[in-house]
């Protein structure tokens, strides 16, 4: 590899995708339903990944998505872990998605990702980001950020 060539294909595929963005972003903005949202959004997860703009491959690019970056790695970091009793089997998943046992029951041991029906093991997040110049969209929004509140980011 000579000098100055390191690189550049990445920088080539950033464009590329730039391109393919900004024209995606145009139609949605022009109100077309584009189709296959879902699979663009699975796509762009992936694209994020390969790109190495996120540590983890895991839910990084959907709470990066969602609140940013720093708000989004803040979120992932102090995401806790579900630790269960021998035995237990039902797991927190969207309830949006599944109000029964028979969907929301997972492995009895080890490390629990889906449910035995294939649904995905969910925490669910709110953030209120009282700090300057986030403060205005927290309480258009309908928080409240005066007195002690204001300056604080929270993460529940």
Sequence with gaps: MRR???GQGTVEWVGVLCVVGLLVAGLVAAGVRVP???VALAVASRILCAAALVDDCSDEPALVAAYGTEVGGLVRHHMPSLVF???SRAVPVDFRRCRETKCGDGAEHGYVGRTDAGLPVSAFVHVVDC???????A????ADCSGSRAGNLYIQ
Excluded: I, K, S
Aim: net charge negative.
């Design 139 to 142: 309480e258009a929004a309908g």
């Design 4 to 6: 100055g060539e390191r």
């Design 85 to 87: 009793e021998r035995g």
């Design 36 to 38: 296959g949202g879902t």
């Design 131 to 137: 700090r300057a110049g986030a403060a205005e969209d």
